[in-house]
């Protein structure tokens, strides 16, 4: 049991150092927890986990996030004796060791005095509850409106209670198993349709490249081209890869002398001087381009610049 114990006492140690730094020192006196949540790295973590609780606690609830124990014996710490033990389900972005649930006298009141302050905000838990969410750099605390309530029944174990326990935890590992596996054919069939979408795209953008391609080599193929046709040829290309570039997505970005030099959507090839026109575009060499309503540049225009 010792690694149960050694996380909730991280989780409580990280929770005071973030109550120091955040809370009046009068409300941190008149707070107390009774449930922290361990957060599981992965399966396999999350299933010893649950062994491990089962062994020195009951059942208490199963949550969309995992699964609550209430400890045959509470755990005593420096903010209260810990009763009620979540595992969390893993989580990829999950980088926290768990958190702490903190029970206060005066909801309303303690929302109205610490709610304005950067590191508080209004939270939903999974069952629907309103509470306060006190985000620190090392830990999470939490403050329900409702807290979690103790199972007033018996803790003491016997061996009906420990059988129950075994089949129930036996049925929680094997639905866990089971979504686990259904959310990754799930990915693999986003990934594949996906991979199947982008090879469709670039088909089709390769397909109306080709046809510039073709048509810029029969002008060039054409023994009576004169330069006013062949001037036609190039501008009708133009239009077409600039058509083509559109239908993949991609959109022109309008860069025009005069604007100020941005270094975001511009590559300056060349300065020259001009004090007039010093750090704006005196020359537009090659336009930009980006993905439409997506931010960042995709090719920054070439520009002449005046210094």
């Known amino acids: 049991m010792k690694?149960?114990?050694n996380i909730i006492d991280e989780i409580i140690n990280n929770s005071k150092r973030a109550l120091n730094s955040n809370l009046d020192d009068i409300d941190i006196k008149n707070i107390s927890s009774n449930y922290v949540a361990i957060q599981s790295t992965d399966n396999n973590d999350y299933d010893q986990l649950i062994e491990l609780l089962s062994e020195i606690g009951k059942l208490h609830s199963e949550k969309k996030t995992g699964i609550i124990f209430q400890l045959e014996s509470s755990y005593k710490t420096d903010l209260g004796d810990i009763e009620l033990v979540r595992v969390r389900k893993p989580d990829p972005n999950g980088v926290i060791v768990g958190f702490a649930d903190f029970n206060i006298t005066n909801y309303e009141e303690f929302k109205a005095k610490y709610l304005d302050k950067s590191n508080f905000s209004i939270q939903t838990s999974s069952d629907g509850k309103e509470l306060i969410q006190l985000k620190d750099d090392a830990q999470l605390i939490?403050?329900?409106?409702?807290?979690?309530?103790?199972?007033?029944?018996?803790?003491?174990?016997?061996?009906?209670?420990?059988?129950?326990n075994s089949q129930l935890i036996e049925e929680l590992k094997n639905k866990n198993l089971q979504l686990m596996a259904d959310f990754q054919?799930?990915?693999?069939?986003?990934?594949?349709?996906?991979?199947?979408?982008?090879?469709?795209a670039n088909m089709s953008l390769i397909t109306e490249l080709l046809e510039v391609h073709d048509d810029l080599g029969l002008a060039l193929q054409d023994e009576n081209l004169d330069l006013d046709n062949a001037k036609g040829s190039i501008k009708t290309a133009q239009e077409k890869l600039v058509g083509s570039a559109k239908n993949a997505g991609i959109e022109r970005v309008e860069v025009k002398i005069g604007d100020d030099f941005d270094r975001e959507?511009?590559?300056?090839?060349?300065?020259?001087?001009?004090?007039?026109?010093?750090?704006?575009?005196?020359?537009?060499?090659?336009?930009?381009?980006?993905?439409?309503?997506k931010d960042g540049?995709?090719?920054?225009?070439?520009v002449i610049v005046g210094k």
């Open 265 to 293: 959507k511009m590559e300056a090839i060349s300065t020259v001087p001009n004090p007039e026109m010093k750090d704006k575009v005196i020359a537009v060499i090659s336009s930009a381009f980006k993905y439409a309503d």
């Open 297 to 302: 540049i995709l090719k920054a225009a070439k």
């Open 142 to 164: 939490f403050f329900p409106k409702e807290p979690i309530k103790v199972n007033n029944k018996n803790m003491k174990k016997d061996d009906n209670n420990q059988e129950e």
């Open 3 to 5: 690694k149960i114990y």
């Open 185 to 200: 054919n799930y990915k693999k069939r986003i990934d594949a349709e996906k991979a199947t979408f982008g090879a469709i």
